[in-house]
């Protein structure tokens, strides 16, 4: 029997979510494989969604983003904060589309 760790492909963004500051994993690379799938999937899920409200409805492709990561930010997704900024970030890359977390970050924060 083989083993597939070996072939397990987790990017260096998603490993650093989880990567302590002497850069060492502070999850089993199983656990780390699993949270990685269930986020790459949910970005992948999202391509359509997003596409969707932005073409469908006019929706502006940041306020999509942005909308998309007010929805992961709460604790029913069960995803971490920084599992759903990188949700967002992936679901922008896949769908080809800007996207500045900074931004978002400062204009929830600016009174308003």
């Not at 760790?5 to 990567?19: D, I, K, M, R």
């Not at 199983?30 to 269930?38: I, T």
């Not at 604790?75 to 904060?81: H, I, K, N, P």
């Not at 992936?90 to 978002?104: D, F, H, M, N, T």
């Amino acid at each position: 029997m083989s083993d597939n760790s070996s072939q397990l492909h987790v990017p260096p963004s998603f490993a650093a979510l989880y990567t302590d500051s002497r850069h060492r994993l502070t999850l089993g690379r199983e656990a780390l494989w699993a949270r990685y799938e269930v986020c790459e999937d949910l970005a992948q899920q999202l391509v359509d969604h997003g596409q969707q409200i932005h073409f469908d409805h006019g929706i502006a492709q940041d306020v999509v983003l942005a909308r998309c990561l007010a929805g992961l930010e709460v604790a029913e997704s069960g995803l971490s904060g920084a599992e759903a900024v990188w949700v967002v970030t992936r679901l922008a890359e896949l769908l080809g589309w800007p996207w500045a977390v900074a931004e978002v970050d400062a204009g929830a924060a600016a009174p308003g």
